[in-house]
């Protein structure tokens, strides 16, 4: 099958970590044997407002092709007008496309959905759009969510990353863990001095995004100092993949404080990393491991107790590559 993945994000040349799980899923599709082509929908976008809005790092500048892996990208532009949700749409509408795919699927739904879905009429093919947290949990409910619905409710099937997302008649598939084997790891123990060795802990997000709640971490972080402990806190920002997989290896506990996410993927790869996660309740944590409120206390509390008696948080089955492309095949059969 011919498979056209449109999406908004994908790793850029001056920022790797971008979308990061969209390629991933490239590749999945790739090794069950489609033929994938990636179209990147990106916002005209001046350099200068790339710091104003942290998850848009690298796209001002983005080429208009570029290779990322085994995948050319083609970039196609639109205009974004933030308070008239229409006139992005439509431009997000316009954009044109050569290549005739077999099934368009579509990584978020705002703005880029506009896209596939006009793609899609244009082919008489189907389209399967794909929620990863920002489109349910923020555009539903702000000015935007009439168009967001209305692409949810277009798309031929609509898949979820995980149930706590689930709406419109939507399926469960969540993203796969991928992390290379050698960075595979049994779960660390701690080994030093109990409120008297240094103590690092792995904010695994960039501070500037309001929704990680970097200031929670860092009360967390005093908290513990108050006890004895001598506290580190590593940030994740624009780094290689590789280099995230280091710093898990190295981190004593990744701390989770998020106020939205919908996975999180990186307490997946952390506890495969051998890494202990402590997080508060949030996405579909609660499913698969112990969680928190957002509680500096009892944050500080749970660090102490992982450290203390050991993690022995085990990862489900069900983000195994093997198991998320069984879902995938299973999905694209009954198109």
């Known amino acids: 099958m011919r498979i056209l993945l449109v999406t908004r994000l994908f790793p850029l040349p001056d920022n790797c970590a971008r979308g990061t799980f969209v390629s991933d899923h490239a590749r999945l599709l790739k090794s069950l044997g489609h033929e994938v082509k990636i179209l990147n929908v990106l916002p005209r976008m001046l350099r200068m407002n790339e710091s104003r ?199 004593d506990i990744c701390l989770i404080t998020s106020t939205r996410e919908s996975g999180p993927l990186v307490a997946r790869e952390a506890i495969v990393c051998g890494c202990p996660v402590v997080a508060v309740d949030i996405g579909d944590l609660s499913t698969w491991m112990d969680v928190c409120s957002h509680d500096v206390e009892e944050l500080a509390d749970k660090i102490e107790q992982v450290l203390m008696e050991d993690c022995k948080t085990i990862l489900p089955q069900k983000f195994d590559p093997d198991s998320v492309g069984d879902a995938w095949r299973q999905l694209l059969e009954s198109l």
């Open 53 to 251: 809005r942290s998850t848009m790092a690298g796209v001002a500048k983005a080429p208009s092709k570029f290779n990322h892996g085994d995948f050319e990208v083609q970039v196609k532009r639109h205009w974004e007008v933030p308070d008239f949700p229409s006139i992005t749409a439509r431009s997000a509408m316009k954009i044109k496309y050569d290549w005739r795919p077999d099934l368009i699927i579509c990584h978020t739904l705002w703005p880029a959905a506009n896209t596939a879905s006009a793609l899609a009429k244009k082919y008489k093919i189907p389209w399967i759009g794909i929620v990863h947290g920002h489109d349910f949990d923020v555009a539903l409910k702000d000015h935007r969510a009439k168009w967001v619905e209305r692409l949810a409710r277009d798309a031929n099937k609509l898949v979820v990353v995980s149930d706590s997302l689930s709406r419109f008649d939507s399926i469960t598939i969540p993203c796969h863990v991928n992390v290379d084997q050698e960075w595979h790891k049994p779960m660390k123990k701690f080994n030093g001095l109990f409120r008297k060795s240094k103590l690092d802990i792995l904010f695994p997000a960039d501070p500037r995004r309001p929704e990680k709640n970097h200031m929670l971490a860092l009360k967390v972080g005093e908290k513990l100092e108050s006890r004895g402990w001598k506290i580190g806190i590593t940030i994740l920002q624009k780094q290689p993949r590789p280099i995230v997989w280091d710093r898990m290896l190295v981190a």
